[in-house]
Protein backbone atom coordinates (compact mmCIF):
# COMPACT_ATOMS: atom_id res chain seq x y z
CA UNK A 1 0.00 0.00 0.00
CA UNK A 2 1.54 3.09 -0.91
CA UNK A 3 1.99 5.79 1.53
CA UNK A 4 -0.74 8.82 1.82
CA UNK A 5 2.09 11.21 0.64
CA UNK A 6 2.95 9.83 -2.43
CA UNK A 7 -0.44 8.36 -3.71
CA UNK A 8 -1.55 12.06 -4.36
CA UNK A 9 -1.32 14.08 -6.96
CA UNK A 10 -0.28 17.39 -6.79
CA UNK A 11 -2.67 19.62 -6.91
CA UNK A 12 -2.77 23.42 -8.68
CA UNK A 13 -4.76 26.15 -7.05
CA UNK A 14 -6.65 26.12 -10.16
CA UNK A 15 -7.57 22.71 -11.00
CA UNK A 16 -10.89 21.71 -11.88
CA UNK A 17 -13.11 20.91 -8.58
CA UNK A 18 -14.32 17.85 -10.38
CA UNK A 19 -10.38 16.67 -10.62
CA UNK A 20 -10.10 17.09 -6.57
CA UNK A 21 -13.18 14.86 -5.84
CA UNK A 22 -11.11 12.49 -8.36
CA UNK A 23 -7.81 13.34 -6.01
CA UNK A 24 -10.13 12.31 -2.69
CA UNK A 25 -10.98 8.92 -4.08
CA UNK A 26 -7.41 8.47 -4.95
CA UNK A 27 -6.24 9.76 -1.85
CA UNK A 28 -8.68 7.43 0.26
CA UNK A 29 -8.13 4.48 -1.68
CA UNK A 30 -4.54 4.90 -0.74
CA UNK A 31 -4.71 5.24 3.11
CA UNK A 32 -8.01 2.47 3.72
CA UNK A 33 -5.23 0.01 4.66
CA UNK A 34 -3.81 2.93 7.16
CA UNK A 35 -6.89 4.18 9.01
CA UNK A 36 -7.62 1.63 11.40
CA UNK A 37 -3.79 2.04 12.92
CA UNK A 38 -4.56 5.74 12.84
CA UNK A 39 -7.55 4.96 14.82
CA UNK A 40 -5.47 2.71 17.32
CA UNK A 41 -2.85 4.99 18.17
CA UNK A 42 -5.31 7.70 18.56
CA UNK A 43 -3.72 10.26 16.03
CA UNK A 44 -3.85 10.84 12.40
CA UNK A 45 -0.37 11.45 11.62
CA UNK A 46 1.31 14.67 9.94
CA UNK A 47 2.01 12.93 6.56
CA UNK A 48 -2.18 12.42 5.85
CA UNK A 49 -2.67 16.09 7.10
CA UNK A 50 0.08 17.18 4.40
CA UNK A 51 -1.56 14.71 1.72
CA UNK A 52 -4.92 15.74 2.20
CA UNK A 53 -3.74 19.49 2.04
CA UNK A 54 -1.09 18.90 -1.22
CA UNK A 55 -4.62 17.22 -2.71
CA UNK A 56 -6.11 20.72 -2.56
CA UNK A 57 -8.74 19.38 -0.50
CA UNK A 58 -8.70 21.67 2.25
CA UNK A 59 -10.32 24.34 0.44
CA UNK A 60 -12.02 22.62 -2.00
CA UNK A 61 -15.09 24.99 -1.63
CA UNK A 62 -13.73 28.29 -1.33
CA UNK A 63 -13.72 30.51 -4.41
CA UNK A 64 -11.03 30.87 -6.20
CA UNK A 65 -9.97 34.28 -5.33
CA UNK A 66 -9.39 33.29 -1.54
CA UNK A 67 -7.48 30.09 -2.62
CA UNK A 68 -9.84 27.62 -3.12
CA UNK A 69 -11.32 25.31 -5.96
CA UNK A 70 -14.74 26.91 -6.37
CA UNK A 71 -16.26 23.25 -5.38
CA UNK A 72 -20.03 23.20 -5.88
CA UNK A 73 -21.92 21.69 -2.87
CA UNK A 74 -22.25 18.34 -4.51
CA UNK A 75 -18.23 17.74 -5.14
CA UNK A 76 -17.84 18.77 -1.52
CA UNK A 77 -19.63 16.31 -0.48
CA UNK A 78 -18.57 13.23 -2.64
CA UNK A 79 -15.08 14.22 -2.09
CA UNK A 80 -15.75 13.61 2.23
CA UNK A 81 -18.09 11.05 1.43
CA UNK A 82 -15.00 9.18 -0.52
CA UNK A 83 -12.81 10.41 2.49
CA UNK A 84 -15.42 9.46 5.15
CA UNK A 85 -15.87 5.90 3.96
CA UNK A 86 -12.35 5.22 4.87
CA UNK A 87 -11.79 7.51 8.38
CA UNK A 88 -13.77 9.53 10.15
CA UNK A 89 -10.64 11.99 10.93
CA UNK A 90 -10.07 12.69 7.34
CA UNK A 91 -13.63 13.70 7.10
CA UNK A 92 -13.09 15.72 10.51
CA UNK A 93 -10.01 17.55 9.13
CA UNK A 94 -12.35 18.82 5.96
CA UNK A 95 -15.27 19.93 8.59
CA UNK A 96 -13.14 21.85 10.71
CA UNK A 97 -11.11 23.70 8.41
CA UNK A 98 -14.72 24.14 6.34
CA UNK A 99 -16.35 25.48 9.01
CA UNK A 100 -13.71 28.01 10.42
CA UNK A 101 -13.52 29.18 6.48
CA UNK A 102 -17.18 29.13 6.07
CA UNK A 103 -18.00 31.07 8.91
CA UNK A 104 -15.05 33.62 7.75
CA UNK A 105 -16.18 34.02 3.94
CA UNK A 106 -19.72 34.50 5.44
CA UNK A 107 -18.94 37.07 8.57
CA UNK A 108 -15.08 37.86 8.15
CA UNK A 109 -14.18 41.43 7.01
CA UNK A 110 -12.14 41.95 3.82
CA UNK A 111 -8.90 42.05 5.27
CA UNK A 112 -9.27 39.24 7.76
CA UNK A 113 -10.51 36.74 4.64
CA UNK A 114 -7.16 37.97 2.56
CA UNK A 115 -5.23 37.05 5.64
CA UNK A 116 -6.95 33.63 6.73
CA UNK A 117 -8.26 32.37 4.12
CA UNK A 118 -5.40 31.45 1.56
CA UNK A 119 -3.81 29.88 4.93
CA UNK A 120 -6.89 28.01 5.89
CA UNK A 121 -7.21 27.11 2.04
CA UNK A 122 -3.51 25.43 1.22
CA UNK A 123 -3.38 24.17 4.81
CA UNK A 124 -0.62 26.58 5.81
CA UNK A 125 -2.73 26.91 8.83
CA UNK A 126 -5.19 24.37 10.53
CA UNK A 127 -8.14 25.37 12.01
CA UNK A 128 -10.39 24.19 15.20
CA UNK A 129 -13.79 25.26 16.07
CA UNK A 130 -14.17 26.19 19.87
CA UNK A 131 -17.88 26.19 20.93
CA UNK A 132 -19.11 23.40 22.95
CA UNK A 133 -18.63 23.80 26.92
CA UNK A 134 -19.19 21.71 29.65
CA UNK A 135 -22.85 23.35 30.73
CA UNK A 136 -23.40 24.29 26.51
CA UNK A 137 -23.43 21.26 24.31
CA UNK A 138 -26.47 22.03 22.63
CA UNK A 139 -27.83 24.79 24.00
CA UNK A 140 -24.89 26.93 22.73
CA UNK A 141 -26.51 30.12 24.07
CA UNK A 142 -25.42 29.33 27.80
CA UNK A 143 -21.29 29.39 26.80
CA UNK A 144 -19.61 30.99 30.11
CA UNK A 145 -16.40 31.99 28.14
CA UNK A 146 -15.35 35.43 28.44
CA UNK A 147 -14.10 37.67 25.23
CA UNK A 148 -13.75 41.24 27.44
CA UNK A 149 -12.77 44.56 25.90
CA UNK A 150 -9.20 45.39 26.48
CA UNK A 151 -8.21 48.44 24.38
CA UNK A 152 -6.65 47.08 20.86
CA UNK A 153 -7.02 43.86 22.51
CA UNK A 154 -9.51 41.44 23.88
CA UNK A 155 -9.20 38.80 26.53
CA UNK A 156 -10.41 35.52 26.13
CA UNK A 157 -11.24 33.72 29.52
CA UNK A 158 -12.56 29.88 29.18
CA UNK A 159 -12.48 25.93 28.79
CA UNK A 160 -14.26 24.72 25.79
CA UNK A 161 -14.32 20.82 25.42
CA UNK A 162 -14.42 18.05 22.55
CA UNK A 163 -12.51 20.36 20.22
CA UNK A 164 -11.61 18.66 17.09
CA UNK A 165 -7.70 19.08 15.67
CA UNK A 166 -7.72 21.02 19.27
CA UNK A 167 -4.26 18.88 19.83
CA UNK A 168 -2.31 20.67 16.60
CA UNK A 169 -5.01 23.21 15.30
CA UNK A 170 -3.08 26.76 14.32
CA UNK A 171 -6.12 29.07 14.91
CA UNK A 172 -9.36 28.23 16.54
CA UNK A 173 -12.78 29.94 16.36
CA UNK A 174 -13.61 30.72 19.49
CA UNK A 175 -17.40 30.97 20.82
CA UNK A 176 -17.74 33.24 23.73
CA UNK A 177 -20.00 36.12 25.33
CA UNK A 178 -19.18 39.74 25.77
CA UNK A 179 -21.47 42.75 27.41
CA UNK A 180 -23.50 43.21 24.24
CA UNK A 181 -24.20 39.43 23.49
CA UNK A 182 -22.32 36.58 22.20
CA UNK A 183 -19.37 36.68 19.40
CA UNK A 184 -16.73 35.13 18.01
CA UNK A 185 -13.20 35.56 17.62
CA UNK A 186 -9.91 33.89 16.21
CA UNK A 187 -7.26 33.29 18.40
CA UNK A 188 -3.97 31.86 17.29
CA UNK A 189 -2.92 28.92 19.05
CA UNK A 190 0.31 29.82 20.05
CA UNK A 191 -0.77 32.55 22.17
CA UNK A 192 0.04 32.66 25.82
CA UNK A 193 -2.14 31.31 28.06
CA UNK A 194 -3.65 28.02 26.24
CA UNK A 195 -3.59 24.61 27.61
CA UNK A 196 -4.33 21.93 25.48
CA UNK A 197 -5.45 18.50 27.06
CA UNK A 198 -5.22 15.55 24.76
CA UNK A 199 -8.88 13.70 25.12
CA UNK A 200 -7.95 10.11 24.40
CA UNK A 201 -9.60 6.79 24.32
CA UNK A 202 -13.06 7.70 23.64
CA UNK A 203 -15.87 6.48 22.21
CA UNK A 204 -15.44 7.27 18.47
CA UNK A 205 -13.07 9.33 15.95
CA UNK A 206 -10.20 8.34 18.14
CA UNK A 207 -8.04 9.90 15.34
CA UNK A 208 -8.97 13.23 15.06
CA UNK A 209 -7.08 14.84 17.79
CA UNK A 210 -9.02 16.12 19.68
CA UNK A 211 -8.53 18.60 22.97
CA UNK A 212 -10.03 20.20 25.63
CA UNK A 213 -8.82 23.68 26.07
CA UNK A 214 -8.42 25.97 28.38
CA UNK A 215 -8.21 29.96 27.41
CA UNK A 216 -6.14 31.74 30.72
CA UNK A 217 -6.88 35.45 29.85
CA UNK A 218 -5.77 34.97 26.10
CA UNK A 219 -5.02 37.54 24.88
CA UNK A 220 -5.72 38.63 21.03
CA UNK A 221 -5.79 41.59 19.05
CA UNK A 222 -9.82 43.12 18.08
CA UNK A 223 -9.42 42.87 14.67
CA UNK A 224 -9.78 38.69 15.57
CA UNK A 225 -13.11 39.60 16.09
CA UNK A 226 -15.62 37.92 13.70
CA UNK A 227 -18.84 40.13 12.78
CA UNK A 228 -20.01 42.23 15.32
CA UNK A 229 -20.83 41.52 19.08
CA UNK A 230 -24.31 39.66 19.63
CA UNK A 231 -24.17 37.67 16.28
CA UNK A 232 -21.83 35.22 17.03
CA UNK A 233 -24.07 32.62 18.17
CA UNK A 234 -27.11 33.18 15.29
CA UNK A 235 -24.60 34.43 12.61
CA UNK A 236 -21.00 33.09 12.91
CA UNK A 237 -21.32 30.16 14.87
CA UNK A 238 -24.89 29.34 12.77
CA UNK A 239 -22.44 29.40 9.42
CA UNK A 240 -20.00 27.30 10.58
CA UNK A 241 -22.62 24.76 12.38
CA UNK A 242 -24.33 24.79 8.73
CA UNK A 243 -21.35 23.86 6.70
CA UNK A 244 -20.39 21.10 9.81
CA UNK A 245 -23.78 19.46 9.25
CA UNK A 246 -23.40 19.53 5.71
CA UNK A 247 -20.16 17.49 5.58
CA UNK A 248 -20.73 15.26 8.48
CA UNK A 249 -23.77 14.17 6.27
CA UNK A 250 -21.66 13.36 3.37
CA UNK A 251 -19.24 11.41 5.73
CA UNK A 252 -22.53 9.58 7.03
CA UNK A 253 -23.13 8.53 3.36
CA UNK A 254 -19.76 7.38 3.24
CA UNK A 255 -19.53 5.21 6.09
CA UNK A 256 -22.90 3.87 5.65
CA UNK A 257 -21.97 2.81 1.56
CA UNK A 258 -18.50 1.25 3.21
CA UNK A 259 -19.84 -1.07 5.86
CA UNK A 260 -22.99 -2.00 3.24
CA UNK A 261 -19.92 -3.30 0.72
CA UNK A 262 -18.23 -4.87 3.71
CA UNK A 263 -21.27 -6.66 4.73
CA UNK A 264 -21.91 -7.49 1.24
CA UNK A 265 -18.86 -8.89 0.46
CA UNK A 266 -18.48 -10.64 3.73
CA UNK A 267 -21.31 -12.55 3.21
CA UNK A 268 -20.66 -13.42 -0.23
CA UNK A 269 -17.77 -15.41 0.25
CA UNK A 270 -18.28 -16.79 4.48
CA UNK A 271 -19.70 -19.86 3.91
CA UNK A 272 -21.60 -21.36 7.11
CA UNK A 273 -23.39 -24.78 7.20
CA UNK A 274 -21.92 -25.61 3.49
CA UNK A 275 -23.90 -22.98 1.96
CA UNK A 276 -22.61 -18.92 1.38
CA UNK A 277 -23.70 -16.66 4.15
CA UNK A 278 -25.58 -14.67 1.34
CA UNK A 279 -27.96 -17.75 1.07
CA UNK A 280 -29.52 -16.96 4.36
CA UNK A 281 -32.89 -15.11 4.24
CA UNK A 282 -32.08 -13.19 7.40
CA UNK A 283 -28.83 -11.98 6.39
CA UNK A 284 -30.35 -10.76 3.16
CA UNK A 285 -32.78 -9.04 5.08
CA UNK A 286 -30.10 -7.01 6.91
CA UNK A 287 -28.57 -6.23 3.51
CA UNK A 288 -31.49 -5.09 2.16
CA UNK A 289 -32.39 -2.68 4.50
CA UNK A 290 -28.98 -1.69 4.87
CA UNK A 291 -28.99 -0.98 1.10
CA UNK A 292 -32.30 1.34 1.48
CA UNK A 293 -30.88 3.43 4.78
CA UNK A 294 -27.84 3.97 2.63
CA UNK A 295 -29.86 5.22 -0.71
CA UNK A 296 -32.11 6.77 0.93
CA UNK A 297 -29.00 8.61 3.33
CA UNK A 298 -27.86 10.01 -0.65
CA UNK A 299 -30.58 11.05 -1.94
CA UNK A 300 -31.21 13.23 1.04
CA UNK A 301 -27.61 14.61 1.29
CA UNK A 302 -28.36 15.22 -2.67
CA UNK A 303 -31.18 16.84 -1.93
CA UNK A 304 -29.41 19.21 0.76
CA UNK A 305 -26.84 19.74 -2.14
CA UNK A 306 -29.00 20.92 -4.66
CA UNK A 307 -30.53 23.07 -2.32
CA UNK A 308 -27.32 25.03 -1.02
CA UNK A 309 -26.35 25.45 -4.67
CA UNK A 310 -29.48 27.43 -5.51
CA UNK A 311 -29.83 29.16 -1.88
CA UNK A 312 -27.20 28.60 1.17
CA UNK A 313 -28.63 30.79 3.15
CA UNK A 314 -32.58 28.81 2.45
CA UNK A 315 -30.91 25.32 2.77
CA UNK A 316 -30.46 25.20 6.57
CA UNK A 317 -33.22 22.31 6.99
CA UNK A 318 -32.62 20.51 3.87
CA UNK A 319 -29.16 20.19 5.62
CA UNK A 320 -29.93 19.41 9.12
CA UNK A 321 -32.71 16.68 7.37
CA UNK A 322 -29.67 15.01 5.55
CA UNK A 323 -27.30 15.10 8.94
CA UNK A 324 -30.21 13.95 10.49
CA UNK A 325 -30.97 10.55 8.18
CA UNK A 326 -27.37 9.72 7.52
CA UNK A 327 -26.44 9.77 10.76
CA UNK A 328 -29.33 7.40 11.42
CA UNK A 329 -28.49 5.44 8.49
CA UNK A 330 -24.10 5.42 9.52
CA UNK A 331 -25.53 3.84 12.78
CA UNK A 332 -27.84 1.43 11.55
CA UNK A 333 -25.82 0.34 9.35
CA UNK A 334 -22.74 -0.18 10.67
CA UNK A 335 -24.36 -1.92 13.54
CA UNK A 336 -25.84 -4.56 10.45
CA UNK A 337 -22.49 -4.94 9.56
CA UNK A 338 -21.14 -5.80 12.24
CA UNK A 339 -23.75 -8.24 13.13
CA UNK A 340 -22.98 -10.08 9.41
CA UNK A 341 -19.10 -9.64 9.96
CA UNK A 342 -19.72 -11.42 13.05
CA UNK A 343 -16.02 -11.97 14.87
CA UNK A 344 -14.52 -10.37 12.05
CA UNK A 345 -16.13 -7.29 12.70
CA UNK A 346 -15.34 -6.89 16.29
CA UNK A 347 -11.92 -7.42 15.59
CA UNK A 348 -8.95 -4.51 16.16
CA UNK A 349 -8.46 -2.70 12.81
CA UNK A 350 -12.37 -3.24 11.57
CA UNK A 351 -13.37 -0.90 9.33
CA UNK A 352 -17.28 -1.45 10.44
CA UNK A 353 -16.39 -2.00 13.78
CA UNK A 354 -14.67 1.45 14.34
CA UNK A 355 -17.99 2.93 11.93
CA UNK A 356 -19.52 1.72 14.72
CA UNK A 357 -18.35 3.65 16.77
CA UNK A 358 -17.67 6.24 15.01
CA UNK A 359 -21.54 6.72 13.92
CA UNK A 360 -23.14 7.31 17.17
CA UNK A 361 -20.48 9.96 18.25
CA UNK A 362 -21.84 11.60 14.39
CA UNK A 363 -25.34 11.11 15.20
CA UNK A 364 -24.57 13.92 18.18
CA UNK A 365 -22.45 16.63 17.05
CA UNK A 366 -23.75 19.13 15.34
CA UNK A 367 -26.69 19.02 16.42
CA UNK A 368 -28.74 15.69 18.36
CA UNK A 369 -31.02 13.68 16.88
CA UNK A 370 -33.83 15.05 18.96
CA UNK A 371 -32.20 19.03 18.28
CA UNK A 372 -32.75 18.37 14.95
CA UNK A 373 -36.17 16.70 14.87
CA UNK A 374 -37.47 19.93 16.64
CA UNK A 375 -36.00 22.06 13.87
CA UNK A 376 -37.78 19.69 11.26
CA UNK A 377 -40.57 19.76 13.31
CA UNK A 378 -40.86 23.51 13.88
CA UNK A 379 -39.94 23.98 10.02
CA UNK A 380 -42.97 21.84 9.10
CA UNK A 381 -45.55 22.98 11.23
CA UNK A 382 -44.78 26.79 9.72
CA UNK A 383 -44.90 25.64 6.63
CA UNK A 384 -48.83 24.04 7.36
CA UNK A 385 -49.64 27.72 8.99
CA UNK A 386 -49.02 29.39 5.77
CA UNK A 387 -50.30 26.97 3.95
Known sequence: MPSAASATRPATQDAPAAALVDAAAELAAAVRGEAGRWDEHGALPDEAVRAVAAAGLLGLDLPARHGGAGATPAQLGEAVAHLGGVCGALRALLTVQGMTAAALLRWGGEAQRAHWLPALASGDLLAGFAATEREAGSALAEVGTRIEDDGEQVVVTGAKRWVTFGQSADVFLVLGRTDAGPTAVLVEGDRPGIVREPVTGQLGLRAARIAHLTFDRVRVPREN????????????????????????????????EACLADAAEHAARRVQGGAPLADHQLVRSLLARSAVDAAGARALAERAAEARAGSPLGAATETVVAKYAAAGAAKAVADRAVQVLGSAGCEPGSRAGRFYRDAKVLEIIEGSPQVAELHIAERLLRQGVRG
Not at 227 to 246: E, I, S
Open 225 to 256: LVAPPGLGLTHTAAVALDHGRFTVAWGCVGMA
